[in-house]
């Protein structure tokens, strides 16, 4: 890893408020960092504690479980 | 259908007059409620006004990205058929059974054979001013108004067509690959039978060049607001970049220029407010700024600042605190250009305190005002239905969207300003009223959608097309679109890539359908905006072309990416990458689904019994629908209770007096008073709710819910308010002198304060009503006792739209209007005067900037409307309430009477404070949308549900104690013991149950393991 390197981040994000959240950030152009991917959930209670230890085997830096 | 009692027969269709977002709202609504529709519009495409905004307030969404879907979806309803290019000549018979004569002008294109492909206007060698960019560029005379027309149709504008002027050229006809051009065409006749009218002929925008101050057309460089919409309009004159239109110079200063042909006495000028430039004003300024990443100076110079609607206030305070927005209270002189033959311009203008000043600019915008369309007094009288004194269609507060010819309804701007939400709850409003009219005749005449059966290539190997959208310039001036859709060219299964400048457009569905078709694609995938708002549209399209609507997947690369990285465009390239390899990846892996049928209760239970419940209920009984309404307090009535007037002078006690014996007296409605709600539960078509109903536990089963609660006065504690007794609230002091008319009788001087507790940091938000009821009152006092002193003490006037005649009307009557600072308000104290103790009132005239003292002898506060908390309700049906504590609709603009949560609806003050006329309006439009789910025959329910493999289940019971929706339960399976099973009907997707599951034995269909897995893994690799 060297100095370059920038964390990316697996977020999962309940459909019916964070998923809802992130889309209002949009509209309100909120700027944050581009180094988050988003994997949409019908619910935050949906992600399995497999599924967060997929993404950081799959090579996210971090996890965020958001719901 | 439960029938209605009329024998009377009707004709179970509609026409709407005029395809804009109020038209186009009303037909898609009447088409759900069950009958068939024909959208009459003038145009040759529907769209309207709203087709020609930038971006809309206070939501600040792109206008075409939320009013494309609905163009799209009433294009291809097959209950609706656009007449386009077609005017109402003459309507005749009663209501329930109108014959129209509808006259429609030739296009000079063949309707079926057109294709779009825009080869006779890339041919056509005349070039006009294109109205729809305002003119501010030109057209061809073969011509589509603008890309995402409904319908995508060319047409040959005859008037300035070189073969219809010089008898040659026929370019057209000759280049045309599909043989459309028809130069031959002539106007049609058509007679139609309609059992209803919905009027929804929208606005015109005012014409400046009347007006010598603005110097409009003299220089172009002061434009109007509409055509400033078009130049920050990505697909506009100059492509969305924020140039002036003498030099193409990048614009530093703007200045906006208000009440431009509203509030104005001058000959030409409306007197009325025309409602919208406010705020629209605010968020050109907001967008513009945007544009110029902060370098723009952005100025407003205003009278009064009407930010009356829900979230405008707070979309103010950020535009003036946040964005740098300046406001300049003042009057303007004169707009001219700097010195002869200068680009730039010089703004004249007396502030506040008197003194003339002056100010230059790169650019002036004048935000116009609206007024009813030009041809309205011809139409009137056509149609037989009166207008009011400001030429638009009278209506009564209490009846808000009848005309005054029955059968007739209308809805939008043409019954006087209002913006979109209005128009919108209006338009649906109006289609309730049609349905309460056409309820014997409903499916009478309407078709039923099939869809060709899905091909089978869903079952072979993955051939997933990809669409990426450049939304005009909302993903594209971030995002490198043909970059992503090279990239996507090689992912694994993807056997088709495109990009579009919209990928909603009707067009591109088109398309779409024939990619499919033509390379046998078996699953799409859309990078574009967030599925939340079009994943069904595009679910729709596929469908149509015969693949399953459940493969079908989404890439959020506008909302989460090009939005929010605007100053990164190489990593939001990257990230739009990644984001629709994960989708590619989850698209792949993704079965066919059918959805499913549930039971649907055809009742409905209104929570509320004021004048939007008791509205809701009566009209939902009269469609034929059983209705309970639950009311907490001991008589129907609600806050209406109080009220004697409207502001247009009919009286409410009347009203309320035939509203509530209609209520009571309808067989199909059940009023329930002193009921305290304990719990809802269920969902779209079978809810149970158990209330107390005076004391006494009671159950009731309903298929829709609708939120009528209501809102209440705040009681302040500051103004000596509770301290002494000539300090009162509201009705409070008609009530008084009503009680005692000596009291009026000996009184001098009465003092109104405005916005207490409204518009202050506790509670950011404008409550509406009390500058015209304070304004109304002040009127009724002074006409009874010429000689009352009466002062309004205000922040900024808020007599919105036609109310302004009132405020008009109340300054020449001689009551006397001060305006104070919020961080200057007035000071009330007690004093003793000839043996009496009255009230002092001190506080800063702005216009002689000093501080005077009023003595008076009543103060009415107008109080800030507050809700009820309701955060119990809210709870029990999982809906959302804003910051402020109204419960918060789906969707601002264009959703303001639902919620996210199906089968739920909302009107009147838990809202958002509104007056009478506006509260009727939301309840009938709440009531339409609510028949709309009742008048199926069924709900169609999800199929993304939970699925149990009963052979790895274990019968722990982890999933029956994690499910919070009751959809799980386990039962007996004989030799095996307890076994889960999944309830689909009441399942909502959400996947507790199979993240608790310790066997791994439950599976979430259209989110299982498999394909999270996969979208996981394709994310965690690098582009």
Same mark, same amino acid.
């Given at each position: 890893?060297?100095?370059?390197?920038?964390?990316?981040?697996?977020?999962?994000?309940?459909?019916?408020?964070?998923?809802?959240?992130?889309? =209002?950030?949009?509209?309100?152009?909120?700027?944050?960092?581009?180094?988050?991917?988003? =994997?949409?959930?019908?619910?935050?209670?949906?992600?399995?504690? =497999?599924?967060?230890?997929?993404?950081?085997?799959?090579?996210?830096?971090?996890?965020?479980?958001?719901? | 259908?439960?029938?209605?009692?009329?024998? !009377? +027969?009707?004709?179970?269709?509609?026409? *709407? %007059?005029?395809?804009?977002?109020?038209?186009?709202?009303?037909?898609?609504?009447?088409?759900?409620?069950?009958?068939?529709?024909?959208?009459?519009?003038?145009?040759?495409?529907?769209?309207?006004?709203?087709?020609?905004?930038?971006?809309?307030? /206070? #939501?600040?969404?792109?206008?075409?990205?939320?009013?494309?879907?609905?163009?799209?979806?009433?294009?291809?309803?097959?209950?609706?058929?656009?007449?386009?290019?077609?005017?109402?000549?003459?309507?005749?018979?009663?209501?329930?059974?109108?014959?129209?004569?509808?006259?429609?002008?030739?296009?000079?294109?063949?309707?079926?054979?057109?294709?779009?492909?825009?080869?006779?206007?890339?041919?056509?060698?005349?070039?006009?001013?294109?109205?729809?960019?305002?003119?501010?560029? $030109?057209?061809?005379?073969?011509?589509?108004?603008?890309?995402?027309?409904?319908?995508?149709?060319?047409?040959?504008?005859?008037?300035?067509?070189?073969?219809? @002027?010089?008898?040659?050229? $026929?370019?057209?006809?000759?280049?045309?690959?599909?043989?459309?051009?028809?130069?031959?065409?002539?106007?049609?006749?058509?007679?139609?039978?309609?059992?209803?009218?919905?009027?929804?002929?929208?606005?015109?925008?005012?014409?400046?060049?009347?007006?010598?101050?603005?110097?409009?057309?003299?220089?172009?460089?002061? %434009?109007?607001?509409?055509?400033?919409?078009?130049?920050?309009?990505?697909?506009?004159?100059?492509?969305?970049?924020?140039?002036? /239109?003498?030099?193409?110079?990048?614009?530093?200063?703007?200045?906006?220029?208000?009440?431009?042909?509203?509030?104005?006495?001058?000959?030409?000028?409306?007197?009325?407010?025309?409602?919208?430039?406010?705020?629209?004003?605010? $968020?050109?300024?907001?967008?513009?700024?945007?544009?110029?990443?902060?370098?723009?100076?952005?100025?407003?110079?205003?009278?009064?600042?009407?930010?009356?609607? !829900?979230?405008?206030?707070?979309?103010?305070?950020?535009?003036?605190?946040?964005?740098?927005?300046?406001?300049?209270?003042?009057?303007?002189?004169?707009?001219?250009?700097?010195?002869?033959?200068?680009?730039?311009?010089?703004?004249?203008?007396?502030?506040?305190?008197?003194? *003339?000043?002056?100010?230059?600019?790169?650019?002036?915008?004048?935000?116009?005002?609206?007024?009813?369309?030009?041809?309205?007094?011809?139409?009137?009288?056509?149609?037989?239905?009166?207008?009011?004194?400001?030429?638009?269609? @009278?209506?009564?507060?209490?009846?808000?969207?009848?005309?005054?010819?029955?059968?007739?309804?209308?809805?939008?701007? *043409?019954?006087?300003?209002?913006?979109?939400?209005? &128009?919108?709850?209006?338009?649906?409003?109006?289609?309730g009223a049609?349905?309460a009219?056409?309820?014997?005749?409903?499916? +009478?005449?309407?078709?039923?959608?099939?869809?060709?059966?899905?091909?089978?290539?869903?079952?072979?190997?993955?051939?997933?097309?990809?669409?990426?959208?450049?939304?005009?310039?909302?993903?594209?001036?971030?995002?490198?679109?043909?970059?992503?859709?090279?990239?996507?060219?090689?992912?694994?299964?993807?056997?088709?890539?495109?990009?579009?400048?919209?990928?909603?457009?009707?067009? #591109?569905?088109?398309?779409?359908?024939?990619?499919?078709?033509?390379?046998?694609?078996?699953?799409?995938?859309?990078?574009?905006?967030?599925?939340?708002?079009?994943?069904?549209?595009?679910?729709?399209?596929?469908?149509?072309?015969?693949?399953?609507?459940?493969?079908?997947?989404?890439?959020?690369?506008?909302?989460?990416?090009?939005?929010?990285?605007?100053?990164?465009?190489?990593?939001?390239?990257?990230?739009?990458?990644?984001?629709?390899?994960?989708? %590619?990846?989850?698209?792949?892996?993704?079965?066919?689904?059918?959805?499913?049928?549930?039971?649907?209760?055809?009742?409905a239970?209104i929570?509320?019994g004021?004048v939007s419940g008791m509205t809701a209920a009566l009209n939902l009984a009269e469609q034929?629908f059983?209705t309970?309404l639950?009311?907490?307090?001991?008589?129907l009535?609600?806050?209406?209770? !109080?009220?004697?007037?409207?502001?247009?002078?009919?009286?409410?006690?009347?009203?309320?007096?035939g509203l509530r014996e209609r209520v009571m007296s309808h067989p199909l409605i059940?009023v329930?008073?002193?009921?305290?709600?304990? &719990?809802?539960?269920?969902?779209?078509?079978?809810?149970?709710?158990?209330?107390?109903?005076?004391?006494?536990?009671?159950?009731?089963?309903?298929?829709?819910?609708i939120?009528a609660?209501?809102?209440?006065?705040?009681? /302040?504690?500051?103004?000596?308010?509770?301290?002494?007794?000539?300090?009162?609230?509201?009705?409070?002091?008609?009530?008084?002198?009503?009680?005692?008319?000596? $009291?009026?009788?000996?009184?001098?001087?009465?003092?109104?304060?405005?916005?207490?507790?409204?518009?202050?940091?506790?509670?950011?938000?404008?409550?509406?009503?009390?500058?015209?009821?304070?304004?109304?009152?002040?009127?009724?006092?002074?006409?009874?006792?010429?000689?009352?002193?009466?002062?309004?003490?205000?922040?900024?006037?808020?007599?919105?739209?036609?109310?302004?005649?009132?405020?008009?009307?109340?300054?020449?009557?001689?009551?006397?209007?001060?305006?104070?600072?919020?961080?200057?308000?007035?000071?009330?104290?007690?004093?003793?005067?000839?043996?009496?103790?009255?009230?002092?009132?001190?506080?800063?005239?702005?216009?002689?900037?000093?501080?005077?003292?009023?003595?008076?002898?009543?103060? !009415?506060?107008?109080?800030?409307?507050?809700?009820?908390?309701?955060?119990?309700?809210?709870?029990?049906?999982?809906?959302?309430?804003?910051?402020?504590?109204?419960?918060?609709?789906?969707?601002?603009?264009?959703?303001?009477?639902?919620?996210?949560?199906?089968?739920?609806?909302?009107?009147?003050?838990?809202?958002?404070?509104? /007056?009478?006329?506006?509260?009727i309006?939301?309840a009938k439009?709440?009531a339409?949308?609510?028949?709309?789910?009742?008048?199926?025959?069924?709900?169609?329910?999800?199929?993304?549900?939970?699925?149990?493999?009963?052979?790895?289940?274990?019968?722990?019971?982890?999933?029956?104690?994690?499910?919070?929706?009751?959809?799980?339960?386990?039962?007996?399976?004989?030799?095996?013991?307890?076994?889960?099973?999944?309830?689909?009907?009441?399942?909502?997707?959400?996947?507790?149950?199979?993240?608790?599951?310790?066997?791994?034995?439950?599976?979430?269909?259209?989110?299982?393991?498999?394909?999270? *897995?996969?979208?996981?893994?394709?994310?965690?690799? &690098?582009?």
């Amino acid at each position: 890893m060297n100095d370059s390197h920038e964390p990316k981040m697996l977020a999962f994000l309940c459909n019916w408020c964070s998923y809802a959240g992130a889309d =209002l950030a949009g509209v309100s152009r909120f700027q944050y960092p581009p180094t988050v991917r988003v =994997l949409r959930t019908m619910c935050s209670g949906r992600v399995d504690s =497999l599924h967060m230890i997929e993404g950081l085997k799959s090579g996210f830096d971090s996890v965020l479980v958001f719901g | 259908m439960m029938g209605n009692s009329e024998s !009377k +027969t009707v004709t179970g269709a509609v026409m *709407v %007059v005029g395809g804009g977002i109020a038209g186009t709202q009303a037909a898609l609504d009447a088409a759900e409620q069950g009958f068939y529709v024909y959208l009459v519009e003038k145009a040759p495409s529907i769209g309207g006004m709203m087709a020609q905004l930038d971006k809309t307030f /206070p #939501t600040n969404d792109c206008s075409m990205c939320i009013l494309s879907p609905k163009l799209v979806e009433s294009g291809r309803h097959l209950n609706i058929e656009l007449l386009t290019m077609s005017e109402v000549d003459r309507i005749e018979g009663d209501a329930g059974n109108f014959s129209v004569t509808v006259r429609e002008r030739p296009r000079y294109v063949d309707f079926e054979k057109c294709i779009a492909c825009g080869i006779c206007s890339e041919k056509c060698p005349r070039k006009v001013d294109d109205e729809f960019n305002m003119g501010l560029n $030109k057209r061809k005379a073969a011509y589509v108004m603008y890309p995402q027309a409904v319908p995508l149709k060319y047409l040959i504008d005859g008037e300035n067509c070189i073969y219809f @002027q010089k008898g040659k050229c $026929k370019a057209c006809e000759k280049y045309c690959p599909a043989g459309a051009v028809d130069l031959g065409q002539k106007e049609k006749t058509h007679t139609i039978n309609v059992g209803a009218i919905i009027l929804a002929a929208g606005s015109k925008v005012f014409d400046p060049s009347v007006l010598d101050t603005y110097g409009y057309g003299g220089h172009p460089n002061i %434009v109007t607001s509409l055509e400033f919409e078009r130049i920050l309009s990505a697909s506009g004159p100059f492509e969305g970049h924020l140039v002036r /239109p003498s030099d193409r110079k990048e614009c530093k200063r703007i200045a906006w220029l208000q009440c431009v042909g509203s509030r104005d006495t001058h000959e030409g000028s409306h007197t009325y407010c025309s409602g919208v430039c406010c705020t629209y004003a605010i $968020k050109e300024a907001v967008i513009a700024r945007e544009h110029a990443k902060d370098s723009l100076d952005a100025a407003i110079f205003y009278m009064d600042m009407r930010t009356y609607g !829900k979230d405008f206030e707070r979309y103010y305070n950020r535009a003036k605190n946040e964005m740098g927005v300046r406001f300049i209270r003042s009057r303007v002189h004169s707009v001219g250009p700097e010195r002869l033959g200068s680009p730039d311009l010089r703004i004249d203008y007396v502030d506040e305190k008197g003194s *003339v000043l002056s100010e230059t600019f790169d650019l002036v915008v004048l935000s116009q005002g609206l007024e009813a369309p030009a041809d309205i007094a011809e139409m009137a009288k056509r149609l037989q239905i009166d207008l009011d004194a400001s030429k638009f269609v @009278q209506t009564s507060s209490l009846a808000p969207v009848e005309t005054s010819r029955p059968g007739i309804f209308v809805c939008g701007f *043409v019954a006087g300003p209002k913006d979109i939400p209005s &128009s919108v709850i209006d338009a649906s409003a109006a289609s309730g009223a049609c349905a309460a009219l056409l309820s014997p005749a409903r499916g +009478t005449l309407t078709n039923e959608k099939t869809y060709p059966p899905e091909d089978p290539v869903v079952n072979d190997a993955p051939k997933v097309g990809v669409f990426v959208c450049h939304c005009g310039l909302n993903i594209a001036s971030v995002v490198d679109v043909p970059a992503v859709r090279e990239y996507a060219r090689n992912l694994p299964g993807v056997a088709y890539v495109a990009d579009n400048l919209f990928t909603c457009s009707q067009d #591109t569905q088109k398309l779409i359908r024939e990619a499919i078709k033509e390379h046998g694609l078996n699953r799409v995938v859309v990078a574009a905006c967030t599925p939340r708002t079009h994943e069904p549209l595009f679910q729709e399209t596929i469908r149509e072309a015969g693949i399953n609507r459940y493969l079908f997947e989404m890439a959020n690369i506008r909302d989460q990416d090009s939005w929010v990285h605007q100053n990164e465009p190489e990593k939001a390239t990257q990230k739009a990458k990644d984001l629709l390899r994960m989708a %590619v990846a989850k698209v792949a892996l993704l079965e066919p689904l059918e959805r499913m049928r549930a039971e649907l209760n055809q009742g409905a239970l209104i929570v509320g019994g004021g004048v939007s419940g008791m509205t809701a209920a009566l009209n939902l009984a009269e469609q034929g629908f059983k209705t309970y309404l639950l009311e907490s307090a001991g008589e129907l009535g609600g806050n209406a209770l !109080k009220l004697k007037h409207t502001w247009k002078g009919e009286s409410v006690p009347e009203f309320l007096g035939g509203l509530r014996e209609r209520v009571m007296s309808h067989p199909l409605i059940e009023v329930q008073l002193h009921a305290g709600i304990k &719990s809802i539960q269920g969902f779209v078509g079978q809810f149970i709710t158990t209330a107390e109903v005076a004391g006494v536990p009671r159950q009731f089963e309903h298929g829709v819910v609708i939120i009528a609660s209501g809102a209440e006065a705040y009681k /302040p504690k500051e103004y000596l308010y509770g301290k002494s007794d000539r300090v009162v609230l509201w009705h409070e002091l008609e009530e008084l002198f009503e009680k005692d008319p000596r $009291k009026l009788e000996e009184a001098k001087s009465v003092v109104f304060i405005q916005c207490v507790g409204s518009r202050e940091p506790d509670r950011p938000y404008c409550s509406k009503i009390c500058c015209t009821a304070s304004v109304k009152e002040a009127i009724e006092l002074k006409e009874r006792k010429p000689d009352l002193q009466i002062y309004v003490l205000y922040r900024d006037l808020r007599t919105y739209g036609l109310r302004e005649e009132l405020y008009t009307k109340a300054r020449s009557l001689g009551i006397m209007f001060i305006r104070f600072p919020v961080d200057e308000k007035p000071v009330v104290e007690t004093v003793r005067e000839n043996g009496k103790e009255l009230l002092s009132i001190t506080v800063r005239d702005h216009v002689l900037d000093r501080p005077v003292r009023i003595t008076a002898d009543y103060l !009415k506060l107008a109080t800030a409307i507050v809700p009820k908390g309701e955060k119990e309700l809210a709870g029990f049906l999982n809906i959302p309430l804003n910051q402020d504590g109204f419960f918060l609709e789906a969707h601002m603009k264009l959703r303001p009477v639902e919620f996210a949560v199906d089968g739920i609806f909302l009107c009147g003050l838990a809202h958002y404070p509104k /007056p009478l006329d506006e509260s009727i309006a939301q309840a009938k439009a709440a009531a339409a949308k609510a028949a709309g789910v009742l008048s199926r025959p069924y709900i169609e329910v999800e199929p993304v549900v939970s699925s149990v493999n009963k052979d790895d289940c274990t019968g722990c019971g982890l999933c029956e104690k994690a499910c919070p929706f009751g959809a799980i339960r386990r039962h007996e399976i004989a030799g095996k013991g307890l076994r889960a099973e999944s309830i689909a009907a009441s399942c909502k997707g959400c996947g507790v149950c199979a993240a608790a599951c310790p066997q791994k034995a439950i599976d979430i269909v259209h989110f299982r393991d498999t394909q999270i *897995v996969a979208a996981i893994r394709a994310g965690g690799e &690098s582009a």
